[in-house]
């Protein structure tokens, strides 16, 4: 189910002052400068296959490497020996829940698609053995392909990262599945040398029943089914993090879905500082799909024409003036100091976001809404999530990065860090930096296929 209405489903609550010095504002100036130029990829159409180019200062790539290194090691840290689940929330400082916490031992499936991944960006950047990683690897699709409880193919939402057994009476969920599924094609092709891990991981695609999760409807797929009363009524019938559920489901080789089921989803358009773009909740649904799929310079031939990450661009610049516009109210917020998305919140777990304005939103900065952003909007993405660790430093920037949220205004910071949140950062930061993940992805051919089926396709592509 989505990340914003799951959380609402029964399961609220369970997701639960240094000045900037001279010198910082001068690394934060100089990176802005050297990016302008060169960052153009943003909004460049046409240079899919070609490698982001950057030049950033030294101090801004010894970041980039530390962030994204610390993002790694929830996932190498915080999942289960024995099943290679993940789990779906830690301490910042990388301790466990203890046994009388709601998410004590509780691993998120959409979190281990994220960790799959960050084990190929681990061995690519050296943090990790290749050996040790193809073994984690291999250990998780073993169990997804052997053990774990499913549905036609679909896993449930969370687990008991031990066992595998369903937790908080959760839903067999397509998209949380789909997730997952976008770490385990990403490890077939960065570990295609491996017969054992091409095997497991195509297994497991193969299995995915895309046309059951259609329950009866022709083109738009159930969030998901529930074993004590069946298909969950809500669709994905609105723009969303379900792109890369569409592409999964239209590109199957087993049991694909009318590719005009791309098209069924409707897609509400907003204005706000000038920029007009598709959205339809939170930050993080810009983000996700985009994690995995190569969207830049392609666009659709036919109605309505959508260039998805341009959209995503656009909705990061109107999410960072929304924001700016807030300070007057709540002051914490700035040009670089910006970001409200689903996260946790002094009142518990909160799908917030906007624009539009939420009664909810009270100053609260979630880090990861502009770190997700570093692969759609660098030029003002970096600046942002540099000048939060500069100015808060170790009160919000711990063992595994940033902390889940922090308000400015009031001092609070949030005790945990959340693995998908977690994760989009680090596969953010590695797109942004080498295009590596988008590179790793698209060469699964029953991608490329589904964007080919949908047209939307590149622009040298007929």
Known sequence: MSKHLSHFSGQIGLRYGLKLCALRVMVCLLVVCNLTPCLALANAQGRRN???????????????????????LYFQEQANPQTGLVLDRARTDGKAHDA???????????????????????VERKWMKPEDARERVRLTLKFFAERAEHKEGWFYHWLDAATGERRWQSEISSIDTALLLAGILTTRRYFRQDREIVRLATKIYQRVNFQWMLDNHPLILSHGWRPENGFIKNRWDTYCELMILYVLAIGSPTYPISKASW????????????????????????QYSHAWIDFRGRKEKQSPFTDFFKNSVDAVYAHRAFCVDLAKDFPGYSENIWGITASDSQKGYLAWGGPPREAAIDGTVVPYAAAGSLMLAPEIALPAVLAMRDK?????????????AFNPNNGW??????????????????????GNVWKWFMANREITKALQLVKLTTTNQS
């Open 50 to 72: 070609a490698k982001p180019k950057q030049q950033l200062s030294n101090q801004a790539q010894a970041f980039l490497e530390d962030l994204s290194h610390r993002a790694f």
């Open 100 to 122: 009388t916490h709601p998410s004590h031992n509780i691993a998120s499936t959409a979190s281990t698609g994220f960790g799959l991944t960050a084990f190929c960006i681990a």
């Open 263 to 286: 098209y069924a989803w409707t897609r509400p358009l907003i204005t706000y500082a000038g920029r007009t773009y598709i959205t339809g909740g939170p930050l993080f649904i810009h």
């Open 392 to 404: 808060f430093g170790e009160k919000i920037y711990g063992k595994y990065g940033f902390a889940d």
């Open 413 to 434: 910071v949030a005790g945990d860090v959340i693995g998908i949140d977690v994760g989009i950062t680090l596969l953010s930061a590695e797109n942004f930096r080498t």
